[in-house]
């Protein structure tokens, strides 16, 4: 199992873009000196300072949080104590989204590693064996299979935990950022279309392991400024009475376009909108604005964004033959961020119900600096609250309708959230 | 990211802005500031060239977030404007204004039109960019300070200058080359839908450009963020087609922006 803290280690995912950090950080084993920890240590903490939302911040933090530390820091034997000191003091700032280089696992690493190394062949087209993945109960298990994969040829079950992808082990007790799942996914995709993904699962104590084909899955590639390669998966399709259950991984403008040609296209008919955000870790909070455009019809307030001091009250404007009808949204404990930013505004508008487990509450808006010694820091620029002022960070989404998941449950075929979610917009 | 992706008011590249509500204690006579904006002019357009059109093509970099980004900004005179902002990896963002109503849009997923005072402002902002316009026809009251300032090294005249009731915003500052009469900063709020963002602007390297002179750069820093762009391309009296300056119907078919960056 994992721990809290591993896991809310695991889960710093940045709320700007919700993607892969993934500096796989030179190894980052060579010996330095004080000198070069002292660099370090104010190169991070003068970022912090100058882009943090409370302009007090290093009159407030200075004393408790860097000199209390700075002995340590300057004691590390090389960079990667050095992260892992400087990780630990801004630890007590209290605020997600803040780290520099996490201190990764052999696993994590070559994760990470591999997710980095570009194959051969046709990576051009998104592909991948057919089926997500999501956390339960600290491990990655699949949560769906799609009709017409390899995954679902060879049987692959949902509640089945993923253990090892083309040689890589997934060990989500191991701390690694971005999260385990996250890298999973990118591990499914990695290799393009006809590539074949060996991948080892486990159920009631069996493995076996398995050579499936990645097929193209409507996937579409995101890059933008210094971060690497995302794929964004969008799926969708209409269940029994006519409910569109929509989900999509990362919120980036392709999934609003998708979205959007869905709406148009299911409008007439629908009868309910099931929005699965678990696992989604968030991303560029102008889409969410977005999607709530095409899926209320009236003016969604999204909150506020407090930035530099300015506050901006980002909201949406209802779109012409915006879908007007029930909606659902699914969370569970990895949905974070722009997730949380999304349906906790659509649930304080009384646009959806919230299905699923609490979010984590990690929110706040961040960006990527390089710093002058190489390192690369994540740091909070603003504050992202609740339209009524309430804070999401630390706090969290609590949903409508608390659906814990099983994975027992998934292997017998059972989505409880989903159906439990299916159920209340059929009321 | 966030923060540039924020301000759709951040693509018309004049932003800026204090909330300390600007304001000039000892102004100097009106026949001196009268002065100062007929030398601005004849600064800024020396040849007096009346354009009909004008496209402006900047390369911009955001430094901290390794960005780079192409903005395109059209103007066809009296009254329409386009500005397009193209970055690698997502839809392009674009504004238009076609004299009467203005419209974020973003290719894919829908358009917002613009009300109020962001419509107001869209106005002003069409206004600006047209140099056959005085600086007296865009702002209805402007107060010229005694006082010189230090921009960049540069001594500059402070002109302090008020918007109309529709856009309610604390005035605009604009800092003048004491010497050329070229514009070189630009602090001011402006609203966006997402709220008033403050920022300020700095011009620098100015060129000439078809009697036209204009800056070939220029650093925006708003919300903690700098952006600078790089004018590449000018091209004035071009074909502009009327239907360039309203939001198009988009098919829903062709869900690949890719095709049409830049």
Same mark, same amino acid.
């Given at each position: 199992?994992?721990?809290?803290?591993?896991?809310?280690?695991?889960?710093?995912?940045?709320?700007?873009?919700?993607?892969?950090?993934?500096?796989?950080?030179?190894?980052?084993?060579?010996?330095?000196?004080?000198?070069?920890?002292?660099?370090?240590?104010?190169?991070?903490?003068?970022?912090?300072?100058?882009?943090?939302?409370?302009?007090?911040?290093?009159?407030?933090?200075?004393?408790?949080?860097?000199?209390?530390?700075?002995?340590?820091?300057?004691?590390?034997?090389?960079?990667?104590?050095?992260?892992?000191?400087?990780?630990?003091?801004?630890?007590?700032?209290?605020?997600?989204?803040?780290?520099?280089?996490?201190?990764?696992?052999?696993?994590?690493?070559?994760?990470?590693?591999?997710?980095?190394?570009?194959?051969?062949?046709?990576?051009?087209?998104?592909?991948?064996?057919?089926?997500?993945?999501?956390?339960?109960?600290?491990?990655?298990?699949?949560?769906?299979?799609?009709?017409?994969?390899?995954?679902?040829?060879?049987?692959?079950?949902?509640?089945?935990?993923?253990?090892?992808?083309?040689?890589?082990?997934?060990?989500?007790?191991?701390?690694?950022?971005?999260?385990?799942?996250?890298?999973?996914?990118?591990?499914?995709?990695?290799?393009?279309?006809?590539?074949?993904?060996?991948?080892?699962?486990?159920?009631?104590?069996?493995?076996?392991?398995?050579?499936?084909?990645?097929?193209?899955?409507?996937?579409?590639?995101?890059?933008?400024?210094?971060?690497?390669?995302?794929?964004?998966?969008?799926?969708?399709?209409?269940?029994?009475?006519?409910?569109?259950?929509?989900?999509?991984?990362?919120?980036?403008?392709?999934?609003?376009?998708?979205?959007?040609?869905?709406?148009?296209?299911?409008?007439?008919?629908?009868?309910?909108?099931?929005?699965?955000?678990?696992?989604?870790?968030?991303?560029?909070?102008?889409?969410?604005?977005?999607?709530?455009?095409?899926?209320?019809?009236?003016?969604?307030?999204?909150?506020?964004?407090?930035?530099?001091?300015?506050?901006?009250?980002?909201?949406?404007?209802?779109?012409?033959?915006?879908?007007?009808?029930?909606?659902?949204?699914?969370?569970?404990?990895?949905?974070?961020?722009?997730?949380?930013?999304?349906?906790?505004?659509?649930?304080?508008?009384?646009?959806?119900?919230?299905?699923?487990?609490?979010?984590?509450?990690?929110?706040?808006?961040?960006?990527?600096?390089?710093?002058?010694?190489?390192?690369?820091?994540?740091?909070?620029?603003?504050?992202?609250?609740?339209?009524?002022?309430?804070?999401?960070?630390?706090?969290?989404?609590?949903?409508?309708?608390?659906?814990?998941?099983?994975?027992?449950?998934?292997?017998?075929?059972?989505?409880?959230?989903?159906?439990?979610?299916?159920?209340?917009?059929?009321? | 990211?966030?923060?540039?992706?924020?301000?759709?008011?951040?693509?018309?590249?004049?932003?800026?802005?204090?909330?300390?509500?600007?304001?000039?204690?000892?102004?100097?006579?009106?026949?001196?500031?009268?002065?100062?904006?007929?030398?601005?002019?004849?600064?800024?357009?020396?040849?007096?060239?009346?354009?009909?059109?004008?496209?402006?093509?900047?390369?911009?970099?955001?430094?901290?977030?390794?960005?780079?980004?192409?903005?395109?900004?059209?103007?066809?005179?009296?009254?329409?404007?386009?500005?397009?902002?193209?970055?690698?990896?997502?839809?392009?963002?674009?504004?238009?204004?076609?004299?009467?109503?203005?419209?974020?849009?973003?290719?894919?997923?829908?358009?917002?039109?613009?009300?109020?005072?962001?419509?107001?402002?869209?106005?002003?902002?069409?206004?600006?960019?047209?140099?056959?316009?005085?600086?007296?026809?865009?702002?209805?009251?402007?107060?010229?300070?005694?006082?010189?300032?230090?921009?960049?090294?540069?001594?500059?005249?402070?002109?302090? #200058?008020?918007?109309?009731?529709?856009?309610?915003?604390?005035?605009?500052?604009?800092?003048?080359?004491?010497?050329?009469?070229?514009?070189?900063?630009?602090?001011?709020?402006?609203?966006?839908?997402?709220?008033?963002?403050?920022?300020?602007?700095?011009?620098?390297?100015?060129?000439?450009?078809?009697?036209?002179?204009?800056?070939?750069?220029?650093?925006?820093?708003?919300?903690?963020?700098?952006?600078?762009?790089?004018?590449?391309? #000018?091209?004035?009296?071009?074909?502009?087609?009327?239907?360039?300056?309203?939001?198009?119907?988009?098919?829903?078919?062709?869900?690949?922006?890719?095709?049409?960056?830049?």
């Amino acid at each position: 199992m994992m721990t809290t803290a591993m896991k809310r280690n695991s889960r710093k995912i940045f709320a700007a873009l919700a993607a892969l950090l993934m500096w796989v950080t030179a190894a980052a084993e060579n010996s330095t000196s004080s000198a070069r920890a002292q660099q370090v240590l104010d190169e991070v903490w003068n970022a912090i300072a100058r882009s943090h939302y409370n302009p007090n911040f290093d009159q407030e933090f200075r004393k408790s949080v860097y000199d209390k530390h700075r002995d340590a820091v300057l004691r590390s034997a090389n960079d990667r104590e050095i992260a892992e000191n400087i990780n630990r003091m801004v630890a007590e700032i209290g605020d997600s989204h803040i780290q520099l280089a996490p201190p990764y696992g052999e696993a994590g690493t070559a994760a990470l590693r591999a997710v980095n190394t570009p194959v051969n062949g046709n990576d051009a087209i998104a592909a991948d064996p057919g089926f997500s993945v999501l956390d339960v109960d600290g491990k990655v298990v699949v949560h769906q299979v799609f009709d017409g994969s390899a995954a679902a040829e060879k049987g692959v079950r949902p509640g089945e935990e993923v253990i090892n992808i083309d040689g890589v082990a997934i060990q989500p007790e191991q701390p690694v950022f971005p999260g385990w799942t996250m890298l999973t996914r990118s591990l499914l995709l990695r290799g393009g279309a006809g590539s074949k993904a060996r991948v080892t699962l486990r159920a009631d104590g069996k493995e076996r392991t398995l050579k499936l084909e990645r097929r193209p899955n409507n996937g579409t590639f995101f890059q933008v400024g210094a971060l690497p390669r995302l794929t964004a998966v969008y799926r969708s399709r209409l269940l029994p009475d006519n409910i569109l259950y929509v989900q999509f991984n990362l919120f980036v403008p392709e999934m609003v376009s998708r979205f959007r040609k869905d709406i148009r296209r299911y409008r007439e008919q629908m009868r309910g909108l099931i929005i699965d955000l678990r696992g989604n870790p968030g991303g560029i909070l102008m889409t969410a604005e977005w999607i709530a455009a095409w899926c209320c019809a009236r003016e969604v307030p999204m909150g506020k964004l407090i930035i530099d001091g300015t506050t901006l009250t980002p909201r949406s404007v209802p779109q012409p033959r915006a879908y007007d009808g029930p909606v659902a949204i699914l969370i569970d404990g990895e949905s974070c961020s722009t997730s949380e930013l999304f349906s906790g505004a659509m649930q304080d508008a009384k646009a959806a119900i919230l299905v699923g487990a609490k979010t984590p509450g990690m929110c706040l808006p961040s960006e990527f600096v390089k710093l002058p010694s190489g390192f690369r820091l994540q740091t909070v620029f603003g504050n992202s609250l609740r339209t009524d002022g309430r804070q999401i960070e630390k706090i969290g989404i609590t949903p409508d309708l608390e659906v814990p998941m099983h994975a027992e449950a998934l292997l017998k075929g059972h989505d409880e959230v989903l159906e439990r979610a299916v159920k209340a917009l059929q009321r | 990211m966030k923060k540039f992706l924020a301000s759709s008011g951040l693509a018309v590249l004049l932003l800026a802005g204090c909330y300390a509500i600007p304001t000039v204690e000892n102004p100097a006579p009106k026949q001196e500031t009268d002065a100062l904006l007929a030398a601005m002019e004849k600064a800024a357009n020396p040849g007096k060239r009346q354009v009909k059109t004008m496209r402006l093509t900047y390369r911009g970099e955001i430094p901290a977030n390794s960005m780079t980004l192409t903005i395109i900004s059209s103007m066809k005179a009296p009254d329409k404007s386009r500005t397009e902002l193209h970055i690698p990896g997502m839809p392009p963002m674009i504004e238009v204004f076609d004299g009467k109503q203005a419209w974020t849009l973003i290719t894919g997923m829908g358009a917002k039109p613009k009300t109020g005072r962001e419509l107001a402002f869209a106005r002003l902002q069409v206004k600006m960019s047209d140099p056959a316009n005085r600086l007296t026809d865009i702002f209805p009251d402007i107060k010229l300070d005694r006082k010189s300032v230090d921009v960049n090294g540069v001594s500059c005249r402070r002109l302090v #200058c008020a918007f109309g009731p529709d856009i309610n915003l604390p005035p605009a500052e604009l800092f003048v080359d004491a010497q050329s009469h070229l514009l070189r900063r630009v602090v001011l709020i402006a609203p966006t839908d997402m709220g008033d963002v403050p920022g300020t602007t700095d011009f620098s390297d100015y060129r000439n450009h078809g009697g036209l002179m204009l800056p070939e750069k220029q650093t925006s820093k708003m919300l903690g963020m700098d952006l600078t762009a790089t004018l590449q391309e #000018c091209k004035l009296d071009l074909p502009l087609a009327d239907r360039l300056f309203t939001p198009e119907e988009e098919d829903d078919d062709d869900n690949s922006h890719e095709k049409k960056q830049p």
